[in-house]
């Protein structure tokens, strides 16, 4: 069920839930007794993408690419240094997220809600599964705690969980347990937009399938759209219907998941494709070296930050830093040489 | 897109953390030998059976346990802790009626029964339990002028359990004048010294009975606004960060570059002398909590700072928790067992700093009483030779502090056992 | 392959001894590794993996031990004089230990950033590793550990050896510590999820980095990981373990082609691949992993196959068989033996 819409504004079958709009999130570096600013780690550097309902958008890159703050900024766990979040709420009405105070931002909250990476961090260990799985539910209207049981319940069940684990604590449970926990937790309050940070990273292979396969029946039935950061390839291209690559804070690459793989357009997804290991002792990976390491964020190139490592740079990579545009239909670069270049893809 | 050998299964298990070789109490797992079956429901994520059922009793137990259960099962291991803690309840004991086990009224003195040695108790008269002690007789030795006390065997004088002597009111709540123990005969002239008297004549054990009182809770109170003042100030200083942050972390800095002796010694010489002992009592109390709140605060600071970082809690605020719910329900409660520990651990600071402090003359003051204040009896030599049961408060002071830091060990080693 | 295994591990057992009971994280492991091949353990947690590496290393920490097995080491002494070693009869702080230990079998640890000290910059610990071990002096060390940063592809490797580890980023860490554990030319490389804390094109740029190494010093390698990816891409010979016993063994085509442990074959069939269709349902094992203390009675992953025999897989442990030209598996579906117990 891969909803391809076709441009960023709506027709009839889509509708865009969330706009990002030249997102910039930069932190001061600080240095000295009186803590001045000496420059800025710009952890996202200008970021522009949309989500349309229902579907699920990949956020991919390494670490330091800047996903992880994206998605925290979505959700407001930081107020992003300038540019706009457009969020379209339950009433149909468009907000940006960027320019609320926590208090008109309160409200919404129940919309948008996110699923972590460690799911141990994530629990709070001294309360029982009742009060994690609860506490959305009260802090938003429902101080009945009968109703609260009985939702709770419905929500335990729904994740695949028995409801009587509602009064144990979560170190009686498995890692796997535990996402499944913390995805009853998110879904409490009926959100429309689910932010998944690397949600399946930190278990074992055996249960990444069973949480990925969660997810997927959670979104059809409740009608969700997922941001799904992560960093391993193969499990986004699984579950996403559209991805996006980052790198130091840019984006350089978004596009239909089947149509990034098979064909990417930008050196760097081209490398990270090539870099993935294949499960097949057949199939060779890795043949192509991407050579340099990962620029610091604090101090990025001059020009495309990409450049010092791409094979494909020339003058003009080096001066001047690339527009992020659409070269075919939905299909987004920041490349100046993204025309000309055939890059290999896989699968 | 067809549902192509779908087998999503359900653990329908409490597994404890895989893989991890830690000691990790408690987390067991039900019996592997059964198999949930799945149901697919409507696609959905799938159910256990209704017929699946808990291998053990022991398993629901644990895991349905709180933090706090788990820390206590943990404590209780720890052989030499309980037994401490139950030292320490003593203690307290003595602490709520000092006078029920102080034989003799501590203010009473008589400058010709001073240096009674210590009276050796005999439990049996013949074969039944009926506790005596020799009566002793003292004579003034011509040449020196002192007292000397000898033990006349020609004499038992009988004791018993709860015997009445002199009245007081429990809790200042009602009135009776029953003691652990006394002479059998209360109308005799014959009293009881079970640790001596001093050089004016007065029962050292009830003597120490009361000081306890005073030592444990001058400990116990200004730890506790130590804690009020650490807990509050760290935790403004972790949370807010910023400028809050900034000026209370020079604060403390100030106030722990401050030597501490000199400053104590400033502090309390400042307290006007005509002040009442219980009056000294409270204002030593809170000048020792000014001072000893730093090294809480940094640590409760720490503890916010990290914290804050934590993703239970950043799932809080996007579940829309307030602040002060977030800081009540999530953050302190992840710290309180650790800050109970290392309280438990100050308070015998505490205890040696107002023993040592009243010892020089600078803290509580006579006549109120205190280990330090009866320490005081003993700073020469010439005492000591003469009378070294006069040292016996220093032994309270040993059993107290090791009793506490044992205690306070234990309840830290359970509250977090992988020690982060 | 020459016909006498370097390293040979026959019914390694390796117990930890807890409170609450024993934790048989390693119960029975046998491999050979071969002078030159890359062989790999494969397994998610808790199947005794890592447990496996330290005990070889002799660094299994209380309250664990080995409590049965071998590890022979087929070594040549100073004069030339070949021997065979167990490795667990020595003492783990013996004189012979210590001199395996980083001479003859090395170790690339998971994390590089803890592996090194943060107050000794990396040049001091890679020099202080060939002082250990070689008769040379500091000079002559340095020499070595310069051109083992060269080899390993540090840039600038002069500047390099006076940094300390926090200095570097992840990728330079994870070869500085390859070159640690090269620096006394090991005939056996020891590497536990090597790349697993690092970036997909880090782990790339590794992987192809230990390759290289391994072709030009022929070194053997044993490479320990949940990756599946990775071990298709290095591994010569795999071991798929679980829950402390083999599952099966063979060359890495048969294992990824012809898996016949119903786990190794639910497994693979779980990982989302490249080359499979999106957004569909991924089969799935059941269950989750049961804890090491309550291990399943009989064969370790009955209560989770679907091919499990019931009466026999759940009484019944199965020992490792041939079942293949250099397969092995243990499982009641290929034949009887059981473990003897």
Known sequence: MTNHSTNQRTNDSTTTLLQVKNLKKYFPIRKGFFRKTVGYVRAVDDISFFIN??????????????????????????????????????????????????????????????????????????????????????????????????????????????????????????????????????????????????????????????????????????????????????????????????????????????ELYASPRHPYTAALMAAVPVADPRIKTGSVELKGEVPSPANPPAGCYFHPRCEFAEDVCRREPPVFREITPNHFVACHRADELKLPGIG | MSDEGRMTKDEGRMTKDEGRMTKDEGRMTKDEGRRTNEQMNNGAATEETPGAVLASKAEERVSVASNWKLVWWRFRKNKLAVLSAFVLIGFYLIVLVPDFFATQDPEATEARLAFIPAQRIHLFDGTSFSPWVYAV?????????????????????????????????????????????????????????????DRLGRDQWSRIMYGTRTSMTVGLVSVLLSVILGVVLGGISGYFGGWPDLIIQRLIELLQSLPTIPIWLAMTAALPQDWRPDQVFFAITIILAFIGWTTLGREVRGRFLSLREEDFVLAAELAGCSRARIILRHMVPAFMSHIIATSTLAIPVMIVSETSLSFLGLGIRPPAISWGVLLQEAQNIQTIAQAPWLLIPGVFVIVAVLAFNLVGDGLRDAADPYGH | ???????????????????????????????????????????????????????????????????????????????????????????????????????????????????????????????????????????????????????????????????????????????????????????????????????????????????????????????????????????????V????????????????????????????????????????????????????????????????????????CDVRTPALQPSGEKQFVSCFLYHDAEVSA
């Open chain 1, 53 to 258: 309902e229902g579907e699920t958008l990949g956020l991919v890159g390494e670490s330091g690419c800047g996903k992880t703050t994206v998605a925290r900024c979505i959700l407001r766990a930081h107020v992003p240094t300038s540019g706009a979040i457009l969020f379209r709420t339950k009433d149909g009405n468009t907000v940006d997220l960027a320019r609320l105070s926590r208090a008109e931002l309160r409200p919404l909250r129940p919309q948008m809600q996110m699923i972590f990476q460690d799911p141990y961090g994530s629990l709070n260990p001294r309360m029982t599964l009742f009060d994690i799985v609860g506490e959305p539910l009260y802090v938003n209207g429902m101080t009945d705690r009968k109703q609260r049981v009985e939702r709770v319940a419905e929500l335990l069940r729904l994740v695949g969980l028995r409801p009587e684990y509602m009064q144990r604590y979560p170190h009686a449970f498995s890692g796997g347990q535990r996402q499944r926990i913390g995805i009853a937790r998110a879904l409490s309050v009926n959100p429309r937009l689910v932010v998944a940070d690397e949600p399946v990273s930190a278990l074992d292979v055996s249960v990444q399938a069973q949480i990925l396969n969660l997810m997927l029946d959670l979104q059809k039935r409740l009608n969700l759209t997922y941001l799904f950061v992560a960093h391993n390839l193969s499990v986004v291209r699984h579950i996403c219907d559209r991805v996006a690559v980052m790198y130091v804070g840019k984006l350089v690459e978004m596009a239909n998941t089947l």
């Open chain 2, 137 to 197: 007789v003292g004579k003034r030795n011509p040449v020196t002028l002192r007292m000397e006390w000898r033990v006349d065997e020609s004499r038992k004088i009988p004791l018993r359990l709860f015997a009445p002597g002199f009245s007081y009111k429990v809790l200042g709540l009602f009135e009776t004048n029953i003691h652990l123990i006394g002479t059998a005969d209360p109308k005799s002239e014959d009293r009881l010294y079970l640790l001596g008297t």
């Open chain 3, 1 to 239: 392959m020459t016909a006498t295994p370097l390293l040979s591990v026959r019914d390694l057992k390796t117990y930890f001894f807890m409170d609450e009971g024993i934790v048989k994280a390693v119960d029975g492991v046998s491999f050979d590794v071969y002078p030159g091949q890359v062989f790999g353990i494969v397994g998610e947690s808790g199947c005794g993996k890592s447990v496996t590496m330290k005990a070889i290393l002799r660094i299994v920490e209380p309250p664990g031990r080995i409590v049965g097995g071998q590890i022979l080491l087929h070594r040549q002494k100073q004069n030339g004089v070949l021997e065979t070693v167990d490795l667990v009869k020595l003492d783990a702080n013996g004189q012979t230990m210590r001199d395996i230990r980083g001479a003859e079998i090395a170790l690339i640890p998971q994390e590089p950033m803890a592996a090194f000290s943060p107050v000794h910059t990396v040049g001091d610990q890679v020099i202080e590793a060939i002082l250990l071990h070689q008769k040379v002096s500091q000079r002559e060390a340095r020499a070595i550990a310069l051109q083992m940063f060269k080899d390993v592809g540090i840039p600038m490797p002069e500047q390099r050896l006076d940094e300390y580890s926090w200095q570097l980023s992840g990728g330079l860490r994870q070869r500085a510590m390859i070159a640690m554990a090269l620096s006394c030319n090991p005939r056996l490389l020891i590497a536990d999820e090597p790349t697993t804390a690092v970036d997909v094109t880090t782990q790339a740029q590794v992987l192809r980095l230990l390759r290289r190494l391994q072709e030009q010093r022929n070194t053997a390698i044993i490479f320990i990981t949940h990756d599946l990816g990775v071990i298709a891409q290095m591994a010569e010979y795999v071991m």
């Open chain 3, 241 to 312: 373990m679980y829950l402390g016993l083999m599952m099966e063994q063979g060359p890495v085509d048969d294992i990824f082609h012809a898996p016949q442990h119903p786990y190794t074959q639910a497994l693979l069939r779980s990982i989302p691949t490249i080359r499979m269709t999106p957004r569909v349902n991924l089969p799935t094992i059941s269950g989750s992993i049961p804890h090491p203390f309550n291990k399943p009675r009989g064969c370790p992953f009955h209560p989770r196959c679907e091919k499990a025999m019931p009466g026999k």
